[in-house]
């Protein structure tokens, strides 16, 4: 017995007739009644009383009918639940370092998430060193970073170069500029972020200076961003951000563009060697969709 015999069996005993049940399961009454004749067979037991008319159940008809219905009820439901379950099982984990989320990382899932409904996404915050171990442990997916960190089994891939901006307090004489250099902040109290052992955007700005033969004279590092500009808003200093970090709206805190032609932070994507799954496609293509929307330069990179 097969759910069809079910199927045949339930359109019959409801429309009380051969010929409408086969109007309404699109298929001709003879093989219809050979399928009904088949199942009686099978069970041993007349389904219907063939001599009344409209086709009344017989007694083991009526029994068949309640289970008969309880049967296809239930397959149903498992069907639409092993697909439900296979749907929310597609996920993609993406470590991402804290200062990009303050930029376009939060536009980005939010698109990514509209266009990919049943693809659970989820977002680990991790410096760009963690990523690299987390994606050969495979506990994520995909990793977007700062930093050109280089491993035999990661492919790094350069997204955009993202001008610096420097944050001052409107009080101070640079924010009446249009734009500094990082010459003139050489003497400013300058607060750098995050406080950590690895290489990061602190060391990453340190290193900017010291390209442009400038030893910054009053440094000092704090734990975040966001500690940063407080500090910032209190006119205890300056600290340069990410222009994306401009979103970060604080009273009193100007953000005035670096001019220097290497005043930029690089967007790295990390993910394995190899491994080019159709959901990372689909995020690499949304990231340049919001970089069009946005109006932001970059060049194409290959997956
Ligand atoms: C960006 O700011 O360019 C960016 C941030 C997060 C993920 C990808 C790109």
């Known amino acids: 017995m097969e759910?069809?015999?079910?199927?045949?069996?339930v359109a019959v005993a409801e429309?009380?007739?051969?010929?409408q049940a086969a109007e309404r399961l699109f298929i001709a009454q003879p093989p219809l009644s050979r399928q009904i004749q088949q199942l009686e067979a099978e069970l041993g037991v007349q389904l219907f009383e063939r001599?009344?008319?409209p086709l009344q159940l017989t007694e083991a008809g009526q029994f068949f009918y309640q289970h008969a219905l309880k049967l296809l009820s239930n397959a149903e439901e498992i069907k639409c639940m092993t697909t439900r379950i296979g749907i929310v099982e597609r996920s993609i984990k993406i470590g991402f370092v804290a200062s990009l989320l303050y930029g376009l990382l939060s536009k980005i899932i939010y698109v990514f998430r509209q266009q990919q409904p049943n693809l659970k996404v989820e977002l680990i915050e991790m410096s760009t060193f963690e990523q690299i171990q987390a994606l050969k442990q495979g506990k994520i997916d995909v990793g977007f970073g700062r930093l050109r960190i280089s491993d035999p089994h990661i492919k790094r891939i350069l997204l955009r170069e993202e001008p610096l901006v420097l944050a001052v307090h409107q009080s101070h004489v640079?924010?009446?500029k249009q734009c500094v250099t990082f010459a003139q902040l050489e003497q400013e109290q300058l607060f750098l972020y995050p406080k950590s052992q690895e290489a990061n955007f602190a060391t990453q700005v340190q290193s900017i200076f010291a390209e442009h033969g400038l030893t910054p004279k009053n440094l000092k590092v704090v734990r975040e961003i966001q500690l940063a500009l407080g500090l910032v808003a209190a006119a205890e200093?300056?600290?340069?951000?990410?222009?994306s970090a401009k979103?970060?709206?604080l009273a009193h805190v100007k953000y005035i563009p670096i001019i220097d032609h290497d005043a930029t932070s690089p967007v790295f994507m990390a993910i394995r060697h190899l491994d080019t799954a159709d959901d990372l496609r689909a995020l690499f293509d949304c990231i340049y969709q919001v970089y069009d929307l946005e109006a932001i330069q970059y060049e194409r990179a290959v997956l």
Do not use: D, K, N, W
């Open 247 to 249: 979103s970060i709206q």
């Open 3 to 9: 759910l069809r015999h079910l199927r045949y069996f």
């Open 51 to 53: 001599s009344s008319r």
């Open 15 to 19: 429309s009380r007739s051969f010929t």
């Open 237 to 243: 200093g300056m600290c340069i951000v990410p222009e």
């Open 174 to 176: 640079l924010a009446q």
